[in-house]
T-cell receptor
């Protein structure tokens, strides 16, 4: 079984400042890692994913994440945020040999960007 | 077309009503899913259909009844719901069950009164 911990339930940040959203996971097997964004009253949109290869993954909207196997982390970063980045961000994992539906989600981090 | 389309976007229903949620994709995906998401919580898997057959039912109450009439369409029939069933219902699809990622729809916001 897998588990995902998003330590910060809310992250307030000023526009144009950098941000890091933290994600740690636990698993006894190899996993795929994902970050999803959810805007108010919307579905989930995939920001980026780590499947294999380079541990630095670039996604949409200027986000990137780094997979750290030794620390079992997959933190999401953006060097300069915009008001439009205000949303809920979910980190998720699934086992390599699991199914696409068997995503284990973290509890989410609310990113609030203000002027 | 890389979208999963859900209708309606919003639905208010009484506890004695019967209603249906609809989900459609034209990406040729053969696995489709229903998730339930309560406020400020992550999505929870309800059902998985694989090649139009029910593959996973996560012990969902029988007042929720899924249906997959063809490979592009997934329905969720609702009957005798409770107020605590109010939530955002998300549909997702993937190439097949073993695909690396699933694509999510925009959801249906359901309110049971």
């Amino acid at each position: 079984a897998q588990s995902v911990t998003q330590l910060d339930s809310q992250v307030p940040v000023f526009e144009e400042a950098p941000v890091e959203l933290r994600c740690n996971y636990s698993s006894s097997v190899s996993v795929y890692l994902f970050w999803y964004v959810q805007y108010p009253n919307q579905g989930l949109q995939l920001l980026l994913k780590y499947l294999s290869g380079s541990t630095l993954v670039k996604g949409i909207n200027g986000f990137e994440a780094e997979f750290n196997k030794s620390q079992t982390s997959f933190h999401l970063r953006k060097p300069s945020v915009h008001i439009s980045d205000t949303a809920e961000y979910f980190c998720a994992v699934r086992a390599l040999r699991g199914t696409a539906s068997k995503l284990t989600f973290g509890t989410g981090t609310r990113l609030q960007v203000t002027l | 077309d890389t979208e999963v389309t859900q209708t309606p976007k919003h639905l208010v229903m009484g506890m004695t009503n019967k209603k249906s949620l609809k989900c459609e994709q034209h990406m040729g995906h053969r696995a489709m899913y229903w998730y339930k998401q309560k406020a400020k919580k992550p999505p929870e898997l309800m059902f998985v259909y694989s090649y139009e057959k029910l593959s996973i039912n996560e012990s969902v109450p029988s007042r929720f009844s899924p249906e997959c009439p063809n490979s592009s369409l997934l329905n969720l029939h609702l009957h005798a719901l409770q107020p605590e069933d109010s939530a955002l219902y998300l549909c997702a699809s993937s190439q097949d069950e073993l695909a690396t990622e699933a694509f999510f729809g925009q959801g249906t916001r359901l309110t049971v009164v």
